[in-house]
């Protein structure tokens, strides 16, 4: 009877741990989506800086803010950095729309089986498919948070300058007294982000790498199996 | 064609099958464990000559299937041999960043 349950609490391990290992497979599908749709992305980030810097020309050439003093005319103009915001905020929303649509979980019904099942979906999993989508879709992670990272300097930028016009206006009387400071305090911050969001990157692209290899050293055992 | 011999490999999740569904019931019928394991009668008939063959299984006079304590035992070291592997691997919190 106890051995009974000794066997029993091992099959239970395995189904959770092979379950485990489902969801693992299901998350690195998603990378995939990342790298699929990143020209997208990529497009509607672009997309929406060019429009904020051709209506921030269009303001200067033609004088549109003219009539009014200085101070108006730099919090009128600010609003422009709405359109990057906007833009970034529709890019990510859409690469997470496709990313909700991965099908996930399609294992849960067989896999309440038991543990021949888990059998089953460990034969069955097509390994080599499994992880060509993390190698293509590598490249494609790293340069989502690239292209994100710069996005978001273009932002840091305006946000940044508006703060120290608006501090200099409130100390000096005075905009623009700082110069290239927010430049210099936006390109400063971004690389404090970047290195944080990459460094999270390449540790998950490298953990991933190294399941890779258990997996392939599974899935040969698996193969070698004989009764 | 039911004597037939399995031509390749066992597959694993097969036998652990028919020893699952024979260890709930100690003894049943082919036609049973057929559907209970939800395989064609002729394809169980063809692991079951091959689990007899291995000591795996007996057939008894009435055509009943009984498991073994090597098939019992078998079934269980599959199963610690799979949590060996399994067990071993450690998956890594992943959430891709958007």
Redesign the interface.
């Known amino acids: 009877m106890a051995e009974k349950s000794v066997?029993s609490l091992?099959?239970e391990?395995?189904v959770k741990?092979?379950a485990?290992?489902m969801?693992?497979l299901d998350?690195?599908k998603?990378?995939n989506?990342?790298e699929k749709y990143l020209k997208k992305f990529t497009i509607i980030v672009i997309t929406s800086i060019a429009i904020c810097i051709a209506v921030n020309l269009t303001i200067s050439f033609f004088g549109l803010l003219n009539a009014y003093n200085e101070l108006d005319r730099f919090f009128l103009n600010f609003p422009i950095v709405l359109i990057p915001s906007v833009g970034v905020l529709a890019g990510?929303l859409f690469?997470?729309s496709k990313?909700k649509k991965v099908k996930t979980g399609e294992w849960k019904k067989e896999l309440s089986k038991?543990?021949?099942?888990?059998?089953?979906l460990?034969?069955e999993i097509d390994w080599d498919n499994s992880f060509d989508v993390v190698s293509s879709g590598r490249v494609g992670?790293v340069l989502?948070?690239l292209v994100k990272g710069a996005a978001y300097g273009f932002i840091f930028f305006f946000i940044i300058g508006f703060v120290l016009n608006l501090i200099t206006y409130l100390t000096l009387h005075r905009t623009g007294a700082l110069g290239y400071a927010s430049f210099h305090f936006s390109f400063l911050s971004i690389i404090v982000y970047l290195r944080y969001?990459l460094s999270?990157?390449f540790n998950?692209i490298r953990?991933?790498d190294?399941?890779q290899c258990?997996?392939r050293r599974?899935n040969d055992?698996?193969r070698s199996?004989?009764? | 064609m039911n004597s037939e011999a399995l031509s390749s490999?066992?597959?694993?999740?097969v036998?652990?099958?028919i020893i699952?569904a024979l260890k709930k019931k100690n003894k049943i019928n082919k036609t049973a464990l057929a559907t209970c394991t939800e395989l064609s009668y002729d394809k169980l008939v063809k692991y079951l000559d091959w689990m007899s063959k291995?000591g795996?299984i007996e057939i008894d006079e009435n055509g009943a299937v009984i498991l073994t304590k090597a098939g019992s035992e078998?079934y269980?070291e599959?199963?610690?041999?799979?949590?060996k592997?399994?067990?071993?691997?450690?998956?890594?919190r992943?959430?891709?960043?958007?």
């Open positions: 066997s091992s099959e391990n395995v741990k092979v485990e290992l969801e693992t998350e690195i998603k990378y989506i990342l990510i690469v997470r990313m038991g543990f021949p099942s888990a059998l089953k460990l034969s992670y989502y948070g969001d999270k990157r998950e953990a991933i190294k399941l258990e997996l599974l055992e698996l199996a004989e009764l | 490999k066992p597959d694993l999740y036998v652990a099958r699952k291995k795996f078998t269980d599959l199963v610690q041999w799979i949590m592997h399994v067990g071993q691997l450690k998956f890594p992943l959430r891709a960043s958007t």
